[in-house]
């Protein structure tokens, strides 16, 4: 389990690094991508760790939750990674799967929350907090698109991930 608490808080450090990357002008580069291509893997299988933090016994609702969201971070690897090896350009990201795993994140995102916050385990702001930022990611680009704002959500969602695993190895000990 702290494995994969720890694989979740070094991929979303990566996951911040690179979004402050193309943040701070440097946009998509192979190094960039690179760093995204392993956050979202690492992410994929450290959002295990806080599943079974909070769920030692069978928890449906976190299950099902960490399974969309883990299944989203590796349709974005993918798709990144086709970025990278130019399979892909900026501008043919946005297909049906990246749509498919935007849709995978915030729907995972949001049963998962509920699951944080049913649990008790981490504080419920937590929760509520990955509820809100989800949603306001799909109204965000739904009415000026993707960009800066896109940005300062992920990290935010950073930030909580973060503190998330933080609190959880914490409570291991």
Do not use: D, K, Y
Not at 3 to 30: H, K, P, Q
Not at 94 to 118: D, H, K, N, T
Not at 139 to 160: M, W
Request: charged fraction near 5%.
């Amino acid at each position: 389990m702290r494995a994969l608490l720890f694989g979740a808080i070094v991929g979303t450090v990566l996951w911040m690094a690179s979004e402050i990357f193309e943040l701070s002008g440097g946009g998509f580069s192979e190094i960039s991508l690179l760093i995204t291509v392993g956050a979202f893997l690492l992410l994929a299988i450290g959002c295990w760790g806080l599943h079974g933090s909070q769920s030692p016994e069978r928890n449906v609702l976190s299950f099902s939750g960490t399974l969309l969201i883990s299944l989203a971070f590796a349709i974005f690897a993918v798709l990144t990674f086709q970025l990278m090896t130019g399979q892909a350009s900026p501008e043919t990201i946005e297909s049906p799967l990246f749509r498919i795993g935007g849709i995978l994140m915030v729907l995972g995102a949001v049963v998962f929350g509920i699951a944080v916050s049913r649990a008790a385990l981490f504080p419920v702001w937590t929760g509520a907090a990955m509820i809100v930022l989800s949603i306001g990611t799909v109204a965000i680009e739904a009415v000026i698109g993707p960009g800066l704002s896109q940005n300062l959500v992920n990290l935010l969602l950073g930030a909580i991930l973060i503190f998330m695993s933080i609190h959880a190895l914490r409570a291991q000990v």
